[in-house]
């Protein structure tokens, strides 16, 4: 599976972006997906996942009530809507799959990752 990941840039501080990662090879359905982002000088950290069917998602509490996480299966494309962006949102955006239909917090759940995009918040 190739992921590609797209839709960053600049922004003013409470702004919107929406970010879009598009699954390209033996895509499954079956697997939940996720976004992680690193700051500068940051460790990479758990933003969003959601579960193969869409019905569950989580949220760290960072972002919780600002960022919506969803998929289109028909596109095999996972969205980020990120609403409210603070400049700490500021970090390149890494979309993964999750090595099983949940999409867990933790940077070794998840197998294939995309190669990111930079998100730029500034105050």
């Known amino acids: 599976v190739q992921l590609q990941a797209s839709g960053g840039g600049l922004v003013q501080a409470g702004g919107s972006l929406r970010l879009s990662c598009a699954a390209s090879?033996?895509?499954?359905?079956?697997?939940?997906m996720g976004w992680f982002r690193q700051a500068p000088g940051k460790e990479r950290e758990f933003v969003a996942g959601?579960?193969?069917?869409?019905?569950?998602?989580s949220y760290a509490d960072s972002v919780k009530g600002r960022f919506t996480i969803s998929r289109e299966y028909a596109k095999s494309t996972m969205y980020l809507q990120m609403n409210s962006l603070k400049p700490e949102d500021t970090a390149v955006y890494y979309c993964?799959?999750?090595?099983?239909?949940?999409?867990?917090?933790?940077?070794?759940?998840?197998?294939?990752w995309g190669q990111g995009t930079l998100v730029t918040v500034s105050s």
């Open positions: 993964a799959v999750a090595c099983s239909a949940v999409a867990g917090s933790g940077a070794a759940e998840y197998k294939n």
């Open positions: 090879g033996r895509t499954s359905s079956n697997n939940g």
């Open positions: 959601i579960s193969w069917n869409g019905r569950y998602t």
